[in-house]
């Protein structure tokens, strides 16, 4: 099977919000006091929504910073903006205000971190299906952390910090990476990325795994043409089934099919714009136009949905910390930066480092990101309706009681 190199699976290091369970960390740990708070005390309403929106249109937007060429890209939004989220909090002045500009952290002070504090309760809460959402952070001993900053982590993230020299510790975290995404990512960090200046590793895991509401027959299965964006065709395994708990939906230039997973704690949305039209609608793929796709399904009076997609697998990374500085988060990466919050020490972003896996095949989805945000000081390194799914694509996982864009990206070449 092919793989491409690009992955949007944003916030890793740090991300989709801490959970005091899942693989044990080596090193001891440094942890507030503080009991984590119900989040629902801190945030109207008007400010969840407000929480979600921004995420959505931040994991949007760091899609088309990454989207360049033609391959195959899929992110995970949620665990990108968790893991900086981390960071977020100990960022001060002008460091602050970009991370709050690029990451869309529009909530007021500590209610950005009870949005996260939420979310995490809610993703938690998954009894059909395997949703998992673990951070953990590293900071190498002699390193001076500030107690606020230790409070925040506890308050929302229910986190504290694993004391661990950092030089040649990228098999400690990747094996820490590994076991919270199943296996499905083990190599989150290249031989040699921590050099001596590192000074905190921020990894955040997601995992997702479940079954189709129905699932496809096997047998139905059967190698069909896919049509790649240079009008070539590659030969895949086509599955097909009629979907009664699907929704259908058409406007200008697309159509697109939303697929229920068990105990429709999430969905897969799928928009194939038509052929000709790929380049337009993934340039204008953004907050506003997800919404239309949505208004559109709500909307279908349809009985279920007979559908032909694809079984494939990909697994690829992506720039992300390129991406973050051309979104207008330089500073965050520059000796300048103001990070006084977490240590009075010198402390810059180094990289943020991502890749994600998905897998759809006749009994379900499977899908998992990593992202480790590297901080350091100078830098080493009614009717029926129909869908085929036979033309490059877009792909969405998310998550139904929040709307959270767990998960996004598109599918150039399934083959």
Same mark, same amino acid.
């Given at each position: 099977?092919?793989?491409?190199?690009?992955?949007?699976?944003?916030?890793?290091?740090?991300?989709?919000?801490?959970?005091?369970?899942?693989?044990?960390?080596?090193?001891?740990?440094?942890?507030?006091?503080?009991?984590?708070?119900?989040?629902?005390?801190?945030?109207?309403?008007?400010?969840? &929504?407000? #929480?979600?929106?921004?995420?959505?249109?931040?994991?949007?937007?760091?899609?088309?910073?990454?989207?360049?060429?033609?391959?195959?890209?899929?992110?995970?939004?949620?665990?990108?903006?968790?893991?900086?989220?981390?960071?977020?909090?100990?960022?001060?002045?002008?460091?602050?205000?970009?991370?709050?500009?690029?990451?869309?952290?529009?909530?007021?002070?500590?209610?950005?971190?009870?949005?996260?504090?939420?979310?995490?309760?809610?993703?938690?809460?998954?009894?059909?299906?395997?949703?998992?959402?673990?951070?953990?952070?590293?900071?190498?001993?002699?390193?001076?952390?500030?107690?606020?900053?230790?409070?925040?982590?506890?308050?929302?993230?229910?986190?504290?910090?694993? *004391?661990? +020299?950092?030089?040649?510790?990228?098999?400690?975290?990747?094996?820490?990476?590994?076991?919270?995404?199943?296996?499905?990512?083990?190599? *989150?960090?290249?031989?040699?990325? *921590?050099?001596?200046?590192?000074?905190?590793?921020?990894?955040?895991?997601?995992?997702?795994?479940?079954?189709?509401?129905?699932?496809?027959?096997?047998?139905?299965?059967?190698?069909?043409?896919?049509?790649?964006?240079?009008?070539?065709?590659?030969?895949?395994?086509?599955?097909?089934?009629?979907?009664?708990?699907?929704?259908?939906?058409?406007?200008?230039?697309? +159509?697109?099919?939303?697929?229920?997973?068990?105990?429709?704690?999430?969905?897969?949305?799928?928009?194939?714009?038509?052929?000709?039209? #790929?380049?337009?609608?993934?340039?204008? #793929?953004?907050?506003? #136009?997800?919404?239309?796709?949505?208004?559109?399904?709500?909307?279908?009076?349809?009985?279920?949905?007979?559908?032909?997609?694809?079984?494939?697998?990909?697994?690829?990374?992506?720039?992300?910390?390129?991406?973050?500085?051309?979104?207008?988060?330089?500073?965050?990466?520059?000796? +300048?930066?103001?990070?006084?919050?977490?240590?009075?020490? +010198?402390?810059?972003?180094? =990289?943020?480092?991502?890749?994600?896996?998905?897998?759809? =095949?006749? &009994?379900?989805?499977?899908?998992?990101?990593?992202?480790?945000?590297?901080?350091?000081?100078?830098?080493?390194?009614?009717?029926?309706?129909?869908?085929?799914?036979?033309?490059?694509?877009?792909?969405?996982?998310?998550?139904?009681?929040?709307?959270?864009?767990?998960?996004?990206?598109?599918?150039?070449?399934?083959?």
């Amino acid at each position: 099977m092919q793989t491409r190199p690009h992955l949007f699976l944003p916030l890793l290091l740090t991300s989709l919000l801490a959970s005091a369970c899942g693989p044990e960390a080596p090193g001891t740990e440094l942890r507030s006091d503080a009991e984590r708070v119900d989040p629902d005390t801190l945030l109207t309403e008007a400010d969840k &929504e407000l #929480f979600v929106d921004g995420n959505t249109a931040f994991g949007l937007e760091l899609y088309q910073a990454v989207s360049q060429g033609e391959d195959n890209v899929f992110l995970s939004p949620h665990s990108v903006s968790s893991a900086l989220a981390m960071s977020y909090a100990g960022a001060r002045t002008e460091t602050e205000e970009a991370m709050r500009e690029v990451m869309h952290y529009d909530l007021e002070g500590e209610a950005t971190h009870a949005g996260f504090n939420r979310l995490d309760r809610e993703l938690d809460s998954a009894e059909e299906m395997t949703l998992d959402v673990l951070n953990k952070l590293w900071a190498r001993p002699d390193v001076e952390i500030e107690e606020s900053w230790l409070d925040v982590l506890a308050r929302h993230y229910d986190a504290g910090v694993q *004391l661990l +020299e950092l030089v040649g510790a990228e098999d400690e975290i990747n094996e820490w990476v590994s076991e919270a995404t199943a296996g499905r990512i083990p190599d *989150l960090l290249a031989p040699g990325s *921590l050099g001596s200046n590192a000074k905190l590793v921020l990894p955040n895991a997601v995992y997702l795994k479940g079954g189709w509401a129905t699932t496809f027959e096997a047998s139905s299965t059967q190698d069909e043409a896919f049509t790649l964006l240079s009008g070539d065709a590659a030969t895949v395994p086509m599955m097909r089934g009629l979907r009664e708990d699907g929704s259908y939906a058409a406007g200008d230039g697309w +159509e697109a099919a939303e697929l229920r997973l068990p105990g429709d704690e999430a969905r897969l949305l799928f928009v194939v714009p038509e052929e000709g039209r #790929f380049a337009d609608i993934d340039a204008g #793929f953004d907050a506003a #136009f997800l919404a239309s796709v949505d208004e559109a399904l709500q909307n279908d009076t349809t009985a279920g949905v007979q559908v032909a997609m694809p079984r494939f697998q990909i697994e690829s990374g992506a720039p992300v910390g390129a991406a973050l500085k051309s979104m207008g988060m330089e500073i965050a990466f520059e000796p +300048e930066a103001d990070f006084s919050g977490i240590t009075p020490e +010198e402390l810059w972003i180094h =990289d943020v480092v991502h890749k994600t896996f998905l897998a759809v =095949d006749e &009994e379900g989805v499977e899908a998992a990101g990593a992202t480790a945000v590297i901080m350091g000081d100078d830098d080493d390194a009614a009717e029926i309706a129909s869908i085929r799914i036979d033309r490059p694509f877009h792909v969405a996982i998310r998550h139904v009681e929040t709307d959270a864009l767990l998960f996004f990206g598109r599918v150039t070449d399934p083959s």
